[in-house]
């Protein structure tokens, strides 16, 4: 009997679905890519033609300019070659989805990345069984555990409200995690508007034109420095310590990102007040969705491979690394 998934090859540039002559989340240019989500290191410009959801095509669009697109909404299924295609919600970011691969009997899922919290800015992970379930391990070692969003979200308020004279400036990664600290604002009762650097303004709107409510939002250029007291200010991280944040008032330097459990990595960029909130599975997340899916194999992908393949091993899962690169830690990239 021939191998299981003998028709997907991982290639460093990406997966390749050989009988749909199709790449998933290529890092190079192809004739036809199918794209999970809209970050950096899975949505690129320059292919033939792409599929992907609606709302991840939106996004290319702003990022890349228009593309061929070929928009598939979540429970449709397209036929390319001889196999089926289907996309369905990974919980990532807005659009996100896991790519389900249907052909002659055997069903692989490449889930992109995702996360199984609750995110009010896109549609929750759905379980999908499969034989070859690929997997990232971004956060994939026993230490990751994140906290509770809202907690983190309430340690944010407290010191809006006791640091007198101050802003909270949020370093937030521009596409995904800045509107979703913005609505996670919103849920625990923060309706003041809240400000945002110039790089964040086209892929907020974006967001609010395809549904995601964000409440009022204003850029800080323009604003007086009077103004930016007491206020949430969002912006990219690699502006939290640059000239431009010297405009405000006496900024808590805050930064939302599962990278935040490191302290080290808090302390190298100044950053006074971490928030560990992820748009990535935890370990449990991560090893959850594994005994759910219940594949008779994972690949892994980026991130850290080996505990998970030891989980998979104790757990009687068979597994797999693909190395492919080009694959960031894309909660920290710009
Ligand atoms: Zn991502
Ligand atoms: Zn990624």
């Known amino acids: 009997m021939a191998r299981l998934g003998n028709w997907i090859e991982p290639f460093p540039e990406g997966i390749y679905v050989k009988p749909a002559d199709a790449w998933v989340d290529p890092s190079q240019p192809k004739e036809r890519a199918l794209v999970t989500h809209g970050h950096a290191d899975h949505a690129r410009g320059g292919h033939g033609a792409v599929w992907a959801t609606p709302e991840t095509l939106a996004i290319m669009d702003v990022r890349y300019g228009q593309q061929c697109a070929n928009p598939v909404a979540y429970g449709e299924t397209v036929r390319l070659g001889e196999v089926a295609v289907g996309f369905v919600p990974a919980g990532h970011v807005l659009g996100s989805a896991q790519i389900v691969l249907d052909y002659r009997g055997e069903r692989v899922v490449v889930s992109g990345d995702y996360k199984r919290r609750p995110d009010p800015t896109c549609a929750p992970f759905v ?123 006496d900024p808590v330097t805050a930064m939302a990102s599962g990278w935040m459990r490191v302290r080290q990595r808090a302390r190298q960029k100044n950053v006074e007040l971490p928030l560990v909130i992820s748009d990535h599975g935890d370990w449990d997340e991560l090893t959850r969705t594994i005994m759910e899916v219940a594949p008779k194999e994972v690949w892994i992908t980026h991130g850290r491979e080996d505990a998970l393949m030891h989980w998979c091993m104790l757990h009687q899962v068979k597994s797999r690394e693909l190395h492919l690169v080009g694959r960031e830690d894309d909660e920290e990239e710009e």
């Not at 555990?145 to 101050?166: F, Q, S, V, W, Y």
Request: contains cysteine; aromatic residues 6%.
């Open 127 to 249: 379980v999908v069984p499969c034989d070859i379930f690929i997997t990232e391990a971004t956060f994939g070692l026993p230490v990751f555990r994140h906290p509770d969003t809202g907690a983190e979200i309430d340690r944010l308020l407290h010191r809006l409200r006791h640091e007198e004279g101050r802003c909270v400036l949020v370093g937030a990664y521009a596409l995904g995690k800045a509107q979703r600290v913005i609505a996670e604002l919103r849920l625990r009762g923060h309706h003041e508007p809240i400000y945002y650097h110039g790089a964040m303004e086209r892929l907020c709107n974006l967001y609010e034109t395809l549904g995601v409510p964000l409440g009022e939002l204003r850029p800080v250029a323009g604003a007086k420095k009077d103004e930016l007291v007491g206020r949430v200010i969002i912006c990219p991280p690699s502006a939290l310590n640059d000239r431009w944040s010297r405009r405000l008032p």
